[in-house]
């Protein structure tokens, strides 16, 4: 009648914290990563897998922040998430940073079942924008990808190279900075709202599909 943890690894740089419970009967964990952020040339993998019935939250510690490498190296993060039927998992992530010249790229594969739901929330900024480094990084490789039920739902592709191509034309960044992807995936995602809850915020530009 509860959701535990059964297994839980990790090498440096990540660490799971300490699960906490959630008034649900599901559990919270904050998933940490390298303080000082990755560098270039660094590899590195997440697996997750939610089982049967079982309700998880997970969140980052602080904001992924990615450094260049002297000898141009590209640092690579993978993510595979698996959940099963009548699972819930939601994502809540602080955002990508990426530094002055630094490489970046990011895959993340989501795998639900038919009965499984899922809320994901993550983001990605232009740059230190206090210190003048808009679309100042190497460039910025991201994909998500979310299968259900054997059939992809979704997918999100994009590689951005400020040096060969400055995203702030109309159509693509404009003069943003800060970029955000929110997906509820289930039988009672809460979306119906949206629209008008995001047309409430002063300045803030959003969509719901």
């Known amino acids: 009648g509860r959701t535990i943890p059964s297994h839980a690894y990790a090498d440096p740089p990540f660490r799971t914290?300490?699960?906490?419970?959630?008034?649900?009967?599901?559990?919270?964990?904050?998933?940490?990563?390298?303080?000082?952020?990755?560098?270039?040339?660094?590899?590195?993998?997440?697996?997750?897998?939610?089982?049967?019935g079982s309700s998880v939250r997970l969140a980052s510690q602080s904001a992924l922040q990615a450094h260049p490498d002297p000898a141009g190296g590209c640092a690579t993060l993978q993510t595979a998430i698996d959940v099963e039927d009548d699972a819930e998992l939601r994502c809540e992530w602080d955002p990508l940073i990426p530094f002055p010249a630094a490489p970046f790229s990011q895959k993340i594969a989501i795998n639900l079942a038919a009965g499984a739901a899922l809320y994901w929330s993550d983001a990605f900024m232009a740059g230190r924008e206090g210190r003048g480094?808009?679309?100042?990084?190497?460039?910025?490789?991201?994909?998500?990808?979310?299968?259900?039920?054997?059939?992809?739902?979704?997918?999100?592709?994009?590689?951005?190279?400020?040096?060969?191509?400055?995203?702030?034309?109309?159509?693509?960044?404009?003069?943003?900075?800060?970029?955000?992807?929110?997906?509820?995936?289930?039988?009672?995602?809460?979306?119906?709202?949206?629209?008008?809850?995001l047309s409430s915020f002063e300045g803030v530009r959003g969509a719901v599909d």
């Open 17 to 52: 914290g300490q699960p906490f419970a959630s008034n649900n009967a599901g559990v919270e964990m904050i998933l940490a990563w390298s303080a000082p952020g990755v560098f270039g040339g660094d590899c590195l993998e997440q697996r997750i897998h939610i089982e049967r």
């Open 133 to 197: 480094e808009r679309w100042a990084f190497g460039s910025l490789g991201h994909e998500l990808a979310v299968w259900r039920g054997g059939s992809l739902v979704y997918l999100e592709r994009f590689c951005l190279e400020p040096a060969v191509q400055m995203p702030e034309s109309r159509w693509v960044a404009s003069d943003c900075c800060y970029f955000g992807t929110v997906l509820a995936v289930g039988p009672s995602s809460g979306a119906d709202n949206l629209q008008n809850d």
